[in-house]
């Protein structure tokens, strides 16, 4: 009933027609997205199709005998529409497995999409993985605004705002990355000696792909950069890719200005507002700090799985 065969760049309008008609993908699953790092992933993704139509995608890197669903994709999975059904679903993960391990794979590194960011129901392959002996190896935690239910800001978090709508500081769209990016780096480096995953020609290239899905919002004095916050769109969900404030905007609360102003009013229509994750060394260290930050916001965790199957 269902054939599968390795994803060719030929293929890339069929990939993209079943991620625009999928429960689970977004952007970031889109080949324009995907390939920006092709050189430095070895992609054995896959197509599967049922008599003759594509119903599935299956974004996979191979590295030294290892298959991980992606490693360049913060999460994927396996991608349906949503004519998948749970018995399709079964019969789908046992040909994967044969066909990996065909390839001399030992073990596949499944990132499931958290459920915050399905736009229907689509947990079929949790319950194909669990009947697959597939184990639980990592779980990160996010944080998520319900925006579509109550929530608070915290009584602190709510004063700073307060008092930096009384200055003039300045929100705005942005329309150059390059002052964000270096704020972005020099903090980075100052924090935790480490430059941001994306260059700054990686993201100029990427929003030139995606320039209504990737937006920077800035909070500016009267001429510096006190603040930005580069938003992933996905439209049910809103996603803050990097956030960044200088010291004098950290002073002046700039980016608690700026995230309230997403919060509450820029992106007030959507289901969710997602912050990202608070976790290190693959879920075991969480950085308190940090998530709580977010927590004074009214966001609530959701978790980032990671399943291994021994093939």
Same mark, same amino acid.
């Given at each position: ?8 760049? *030929? ?19 889109? @080949? *324009? ?16 199709? @049922? ?14 005998? =290892? ?30 497995? #044969?066909?990996?391990?065909? +390839? ?17 129901? *689509?947990? $079929? ?7 697959? /002996? ?7 935690? *996010?944080?998520?605004?319900?925006? @579509? ?7 602190? %978090? ?12 300045? !929100?705005? %769209? /942005? ?7 270096? !704020?972005? &780096? ?12 994306? &260059? ?5 290239? !990427? ?7 990737? =937006? ?9 950069? +006190? ?18 404030? &200088?010291?004098?905007? %950290? ?10 102003? +997403?919060? $509450? ?14 976790? #290190?060394? $693959? ?19 959701? =978790?980032?799985?990671?399943? $291994?199957?021994?093939?």
């Amino acid at each position: 009933m269902f054939t599968l065969r390795r994803y060719a760049p *030929a293929d890339a309008p069929q990939w993209d027609t079943v991620i625009g008609h999928s429960r689970t993908g977004n952007f970031l699953h889109r @080949r *324009a997205y995907m390939d920006y790092h092709a050189d430095r992933f070895t992609d054995a993704s896959l197509i599967v199709q @049922r008599n003759d139509e594509a119903v599935a995608v299956f974004p996979v890197s191979l590295r030294d005998g =290892v298959a991980t669903s992606h490693g360049g994709l913060t999460y994927a999975g396996l991608i349906t529409t949503r004519a998948m059904r749970t018995e399709w679903a079964l019969e789908v993960f046992e040909r994967i497995g #044969e066909h990996y391990r065909a +390839l001399g794979v030992k073990r596949i590194v499944y990132k499931a999409v958290p459920h915050v960011f399905h736009a229907y129901p *689509a947990e $079929e392959d949790l319950y194909a993985l669990h009947r697959l /002996g597939a184990r639980l190896q990592r779980r990160d935690v *996010a944080s998520v605004v319900a925006l @579509r239910e109550p929530f608070d800001f915290t009584e602190g %978090r709510r004063r700073a705002v307060d008092k930096a709508r009384k200055t003039a500081i300045r !929100l705005q %769209r /942005g329309t150059e990355l390059a002052d964000f990016h270096a !704020l972005l &780096s020099e903090v980075l480096h100052r924090r935790h000696a480490v430059a941001p995953t994306h &260059s700054l020609a990686e993201l100029c290239l !990427l929003r030139s792909r995606f320039p209504q899905q990737i =937006v920077l919002h800035e909070a500016r004095g009267e001429e510096a950069l +006190l603040a930005g916050a580069l938003v992933y769109d996905f439209g049910r969900v809103v996603h803050t890719q990097y956030l960044a404030a &200088s010291e004098q905007g %950290r002073e002046c609360n700039a980016l608690n200005l700026l995230l309230a102003e +997403l919060i $509450e009013r820029t992106y007030s229509d959507r289901q969710y507002f997602s912050f990202g994750i608070s976790t #290190e060394q $693959e879920g075991q260290v969480l950085n308190g700090g940090l998530i709580a930050q977010k927590e004074y916001f009214g966001a609530r965790a959701v =978790v980032h799985d990671f399943y $291994e199957w021994v093939l």
